[in-house]
DNA sequence: GCATAAACTTGACAGTGTAAAGTCTAACTT
DNA sequence: AAGTTAGACTTTACACTGTCAAGTTTATGC
């Protein structure tokens, strides 16, 4: 019916179809609403029809997780768009990280939670996002040293912090992001941006 | 019986057992094995008894978060213990912390992943690793400046490394902590050494 | 047109959290 | 000392979960 590619049999693609609803569930009700039942009731098929698109709920939770790399990434980089400098160009990643992390938590939790690095060694849309980073803290990257030191520091910090932030150790609420404590790892990713000097 | 405080009807002190029999599980089956009915088998009693201690299972996670607290406060003082140069202390902390991530993941996702912040505003145990951190940043704050700024960085940046080193997202297995990557986000932890200066 | 394979349904089972009611034990009251 | 009361624990039950084993329908291939 659709523009779309409907090529399977019944329900059109009910493996589309399940991920969508189970990121609508995700952002819902959080890491407990996801449930392989109730994304196969919202898709209208049988309890039981996901275990032919995915194995079992890890399954679909790894390709919620895929999906959710793209939007991840989408984040990253509408952030650094339109802006040069790349001391200025690593800050918006690293606000975008924040950003989905606060629009998104549900998703990040996925994301990263589900052993996702174990169970599809050749994740592409992981690397994909993690290459956005990697361009970011490329011109910091001290001369004849290994790139990962940048980057790993960079990573640590903004997932630490979005982390922490989020589950409220900071005692503030989400909520106020331009004002808040991120403004204070700002001086330490500069620190970065001097490592090689 | 026990040299233990017994004061309570039937049991002795259930609660304390539930809580132990949770972490066991916890460190044998992961997140997914705990679970209430499980904590009552092993502790002997039947699946609705940890109803009269806990508020339901978020509850018992409440619990044992406050125990793991106890337990993660012990790797950070044991790791500072005798070490006084102060960037020699906050290395030591730090990599107390990794420790601990590795040698307890199921305790640390409980102790940072069940919205335990929100849930228990007065937090001392927590309070009280939180103030082991601090102490060793208390030397690198700048002059005048809030002391949060240095908490909130070296935190952000040891417990994202932690979490993404545990999640495999680094690429190598947890197993070698001497020689892996953590000695690349030591440098930034110099950093932060100097920021004041 | 028919065999075959895939998509999906139905039914069942073990395991989970949780609530309501009942039983027992210890302590408290008079 | 006997009876009352409150708490600890059990039993029973229910809704919900993931998962398996069969069926049933539908589309594809020959």
Redesign the pocket.
Known sequence: MTAETK??????N??EALVRAGIDLLEEDGLDG????????RA??????????F?????LKVAIATEGFRIFSNYLESAAKGIDAPIDRLRAVCRGYLTFGLTHPGLLSVIFGSGLAAQKPDNREGDYAYNILRSVCAPFIPEGQNPQIIEIQVWSLIHGFTLLYLSGEFGCPPPPIEDGPFDQIIALLDRVGTLGA
């Open positions: 090529t399977t049999h019944h329900h059109g009910l493996k996801l449930t392989l039942r109730k994304c196969a009731a209208g098929v049988s309890h039981a029809a996901p275990a032919h698109h194995d079992g709920l890890s399954g």
